[in-house]
Antibody, heavy 121, light 106 residues
Framework: QVQLVQSGAEVKKPGASVKVSCKAS????????MHWVRQAPGQGLEWMGR????????NYAQKFQGRVTMTRDTSISTAYMELSRLRSDDTAVYYC??????????????WGQGTLVTVSS | DIQMTQSPSSLSASVGDRVTITCQAS??????LNWYQQKPGKAPKLLIY???NLETGVPSRFSGSGSGTDFTFTISSLQPEDIATYYC????????FGGGTKVEIK
């Protein structure tokens, strides 16, 4: 079955970087976009960006431009999201989610289980 | 960015009630609108895509409608397992989500 499995929880200090992984299985990794969405405690969903695993091309939300980098390793069907210059308000659960291979974002299905990133001094 | 205004932010209804949630886009998004269900501590789950298409395996009591700027999500008969937060999401431009609607049992 189609599955996205993310790396484990992280605790980081302000100013540091975090890199979250998302391993895909059950489908052709390069045939779908991979999106990243975050959710701060008690808050709603916030789209961060997406990567085309085939070309490596990316689109980022304006809010995260300059701080986020999305990459992929097609040999192991894994996508990565790195967020730098962490602040306390980056504390959130970070999700990867598969999207259709089309210019517009489409819908997200399935989602990874989420990775809690805590930023604290 | 396209803003998505979802209402209400929370609601309380009885088992068997009809529940309606609305989502308004800040500009015309055609039918590029999806709905998700998120239960506490879990990842969101896709329910409806392209405004009115029911995802495979999702109960038929869930439905969606609308186009342009105004969209509606309906649970025809609320069940205890439907307690969750529901989100709309547009993809006419870079994706954005509505603020969510928390559904509780009265």
């Amino acid at each position: 079955q189609v599955q996205l499995v993310q790396s484990g929880a992280e605790v980081k200090k302000p100013g540091a970087s975090v890199k979250v992984s998302c391993k895909a299985s059950g489908y052709t990794f390069t045939g779908y976009y991979m999106h990243w969405v975050r959710q701060a405690p008690g808050q709603g969903l916030e789209w961060m960006g997406r990567i085309n695993p085939n070309s490596g091309g990316t689109n980022y939300a304006q809010k995260f431009q300059g701080r986020v980098t999305m990459t992929r390793d097609t040999s192991i069907s894994t996508a990565y999201m790195e967020l730098s210059r962490l602040r306390s308000d980056d504390t959130a659960v970070y999700y990867c989610a598969r999207g259709p291979y089309q210019p517009l974002g489409g819908w997200f299905d399935p989602w990874g289980q989420g990775t809690l990133v805590t930023v604290s001094s | 960015d396209i803003q998505m205004t979802q209402s209400p932010s929370s609601l309380s209804a009885s088992v068997g009630d009809r529940v309606t949630i609305t989502c308004q886009a800040s500009q015309d998004i055609s039918n590029y609108l999806n709905w998700y269900q998120q239960k506490p501590g879990k990842a969101p789950k896709l329910l409806i895509y392209d405004a009115s298409n029911l995802e495979t395996g999702v109960p038929s009591r869930f439905s969606g409608s609308g186009s342009g700027t105004d969209f509606t999500f309906t649970i025809s008969s609320l069940q205890p397992e439907d307690i969750a937060t529901y989100y709309c999401q547009q993809y006419d431009n870079l994706p954005t989500f509505g603020g969510g609607t928390k559904v509780e049992i009265k």
